[in-house]
């Protein structure tokens, strides 16, 4: 086709419409294919790529793929030809019944772009099922009676086919006596009947044997046959007769299996077997009736074979049928009424509805906690009932209505004395002898926030070593409270106060679930030896309850202070050669140690001389340095000694000093000891009586402190022993000795209570040492210090 050139550009605007118009009938339209049912495998369809329009290299690219919402496996597609084969069996029947059309729809997806499509595959008919009759054979009894020209009904073939191939024809095998009637109201709808041709006579031929063939109209033709038995009946022109239409029956409803209920009575007019007569329950006679009743066929008696229930059924209506055994059977009916009297057999019947549960605690009196009816199946007497409660509990029954009750509220409940409440109903009826019935009640008590939560003792003592990690756990309390759930669900809290000029909260907390008490910072023996405080513990209920419980947290000491050394440092000190001899005191260190205990307990020691000489000092373990003999010119002129402190702590911790001496001659010496200066000398008398004055204190409230001890001893083993009880132990006094001294005075009572072991308890006084001669030099050289708690108690015990 030719357009002319000074249109083209409109030409190809048309163009490309047609062409996006094709496209998207293509994307949108149906392709539709045929295959016969029954197919083999692999059968080919069509070329679906081919009339989509889709190239066969775009179909993997392209996610081709083909769905159907029901048969998804019926049909498949080759994606390297793009051809549609059937991939399993085609069972056209199976597939669509009778319809007379079926198709399988298929929607074919590809992607990049996406497009979906629709193919619509037919699949035909093929003549694969033959007529079938359901029986294979059909019985017929025609009395020797009938007129010329009646009509026998058959039973049909059917063709699960459609279309020609379910057409049917049928034929019939010769008979001189039938023929074949066949009236069609429409091509798919065939009545069949014999047609008597012939007068029967049972005498001569008393059976008759055909053959009936269905042929369908598929080709190739398939057909299919049904014998026909007819049986030719000898006249029975007189029915049985039953002696009365209507039998009447009364029955207590526990009467026993096997009772006879009535015996019937039926005669036939007729002679030999067609006045024979046998008895039978009628076609519509219900399920029930023949389970709880039989009938004997010949004699007529009926008898009870299942249980009998008044309140089930209180009458039963039977029909029975007396049959001749003449050829054709003549029958004839009656029917027999059983009325069922009513006994008493059925208990009560309890049921609790809309329960009040739990019941508060401090719920009023007369709350109604659940309603209660009662039935009982049984008629008059033996369907009244009454009703009964538990004795000995908070509740009672009242009566609301004809065999309805309510439980309600009669006394004061206590959750925390009895929770949880069992209750028996008991209904009775009125029969004889009376039946009852029981019904049990849970009843919950719900509980109220009215106890407060308790600690097991208003108070705690608790140990801790100093130094301990921050955050240490170092306590757990525990309070209980009586109530049950959020009111029972106890959270603690520190109440909260100051502590010099820290808040309580800065030292330690409380986690509010557990109870567990925490140290936030470390604590330092030498500056806190107590910390006291409370812990709350309240309920989560409404108002919410509480209590508090007092804490005494006692801090143990560490060896964590190394000795130190009493000014002045560095010294240097004079000697006189000739005139002092061994034994003679020439210095003494002092130091002083912040810890308490042991850890404060220090002894002195006069280190070697370098290079292994031998020096003519020597250092005594309270920390003078006197001489081994007497000295000499031999001696160097100046000596310089190195004193080490060290503490009994574990580990223990150590200072050096060093005393630098100048051996001078006899002459260059102090002419007496009186030269010494009346500033030094006052010094040092000053410190003698000051020492000897703390000395008397110590003792003083040791004593004091012992004496205490005693009392609260007697009077702890006055009182009746309890599991965990502590007691103040035996005090022990320790002054200084010739194997140590003690640099600071300390007193401590320490008490543990606990359940797990005796209680412990140190005692210790301690006197001071000298102070040392105007010519004693000391030194602190500052060492390093590790420190380590040893984790034990002790106590000294030096000889005296």
């Not at 199946?377 to 004809?402: A, E, I």
């Not at 040092?684 to 402190?705: F, H």
Request: charged share 20%; aromatic share 6%.
């Amino acid at each position: 086709m030719l357009y002319p050139r000074r249109g083209g550009k409109g030409a190809r605007r048309l163009l490309l419409s047609l062409l996006l118009l094709a496209i998207w009938k293509a994307g949108s339209s149906q392709v539709h294919y045929s295959v016969p049912e029954e197919a083999k495998h692999g059968t080919f369809v069509g070329r679906i790529a081919q009339d989509l329009g889709l190239e066969l290299a775009e179909l993997v690219p392209r996610l081709f793929r083909v769905a159907s919402k029901d048969h998804g496996d019926l049909l498949e597609v080759n994606l390297q030809n793009g051809i549609l084969f059937v991939n399993s069996r085609i069972d056209r029947e199976e597939l669509c019944g009778r319809r007379a059309e079926c198709s399988i729809h298929l929607e074919v997806i590809v992607e990049r772009p996406p497009q979906v499509f629709h193919v619509e595959v037919e699949v035909k008919d093929i003549n694969d099922n033959p007529p079938v009759f359901r029986e294979r054979e059909q019985r017929l009894f025609i009395p020797e009676s009938r007129q010329l020209g009646s009509h026998f009904p058959l039973e049909g073939a059917a063709d699960a086919d459609i279309g020609t191939n379910s057409l049917l024809t049928y034929t019939l095998s010769p008979s001189d006596y039938f023929s074949l009637d066949i009236q069609a109201s429409d091509e798919l709808s065939k009545s069949l009947a014999l047609e008597l041709r012939k007068v029967l006579d049972r005498e001569e031929t008393p059976e008759f044997h055909l053959l009936l063939t269905a042929t369908d109209g598929g080709k190739p033709e398939l057909e299919g046959t049904v014998r026909l038995l007819i049986t030719v009946l000898d006249v029975n022109d007189n029915a049985p007769l039953f002696s009365q239409a209507v039998y009447r029956v009364h029955l207590l409803e526990t009467i026993a299996n096997g009772t006879l209920v009535t015996t019937l009575n039926a005669s036939d007019a007729d002679e030999g077997v067609n006045g024979e007569v046998v008895f039978f329950f009628g076609s519509d006679v219900p399920v029930n009736i023949r389970k709880n009743f039989k009938i004997d066929s010949s004699s007529g008696e009926i008898r009870l074979i299942g249980k009998l229930d008044y309140e089930e059924t209180k009458s039963y209506e039977i029909q029975v049928k007396a049959v001749d055994k003449g050829s054709p059977p003549l029958s004839n009916h009656c029917k027999v009424l059983v009325k069922v009297l009513d006994v008493n057999d059925n208990a009560p019947e309890l049921a609790v509805r809309s329960l009040s549960l739990p019941v508060r605690e401090d719920a009023p009196l007369g709350t109604v906690i659940a309603f209660i009816s009662v039935s009982d199946r049984d008629s008059s007497v033996n369907g009244q009932v009454t009703c009964s409660l538990t004795p000995h509990v908070p509740f009672k029954l009242v009566s609301t209505f004809k065999n309805y009750y309510s439980l309600v509220l009669d006394s004061a409940l206590d959750r925390e004395k009895l929770s949880h409440y069992e209750l028996v109903v008991t209904a009775r009826d009125g029969g004889s002898p009376s039946l009852s019935a029981t019904a049990s009640l849970s009843v919950e008590v719900a509980d109220v926030n009215d106890n407060a939560p308790l600690f097991a003792q208003p108070e705690y003592t608790v140990f801790v070593k100093e130094n301990n990690p921050p955050g240490c756990h170092i306590f757990t309390v525990s309070a209980r409270d009586l109530d049950a759930q959020e009111n029972a669900l106890v959270s603690y809290s520190l109440v909260e106060r100051r502590v010099g000029e820290r808040a309580l909260s800065s030292y330690v907390s409380v986690h509010a679930e557990s109870g567990k008490v925490y140290a936030l910072q470390p604590l330092d023996h030498e500056e806190l030896e107590l910390l006291q405080f409370q812990v709350s513990a309240r309920d989560a209920g409404v108002p919410p309850l509480g209590s508090n419980v007092t804490l005494q947290v006692f801090v143990l000491d560490e060896n964590d202070n190394a000795p130190a050394l009493l000014p002045p440092g560095l010294q240097a000190a004079r000697a006189v050669l000739g005139r002092w001899g061994a034994g003679h005191v020439v210095a003494k260190v002092r130091a002083v140690d912040a810890d308490s205990g042991y850890n404060a307990w220090l002894s002195y020691e006069l280190l070697p001389a370098a290079g292994g000489a031998r020096s003519p000092f020597v250092g005594l373990y309270t920390g003078e340095i006197s001489t081994t003999r007497a000295l000499d010119e031999a001696d160097s002129p100046r000596q310089r000694l190195l004193v080490l402190v060290k503490d009994h702590g574990e580990p223990a911790l150590v200072a050096t000093a060093t005393v630098l001496l100048s051996l001078v001659e006899n002459s260059q010496a102090p002419k007496t000891s009186s030269q010494t200066s009346p500033g030094a000398a006052n010094a040092e008398a000053a410190l003698v009586d000051v020492n000897v004055y703390l000395i008397i204190a110590i003792c003083a409230v040791s004593s004091l402190l012992v004496l205490s001890l005693l009392l609260y001893t007697a009077l702890r083993c006055s009182a009746p022993p309890t599991e965990g009880a502590c007691g103040p132990g035996k005090p022990v006094l320790v002054c200084s000795s010739a194997v140590g001294s003690w640099s600071y005075s300390q007193q401590r009572r320490q008490r543990v209570c606990s359940g797990e072991g005796p209680p412990k308890t140190d005692l210790m006084a301690f006197s001071p040492s000298l102070p040392p001669g105007p010519n004693i030099l000391e030194e602190n050289e500052h060492p390093e210090v590790n420190s380590q708690h040893s984790g034990n108690y002790l106590q000294l015990h030096p000889e005296w």
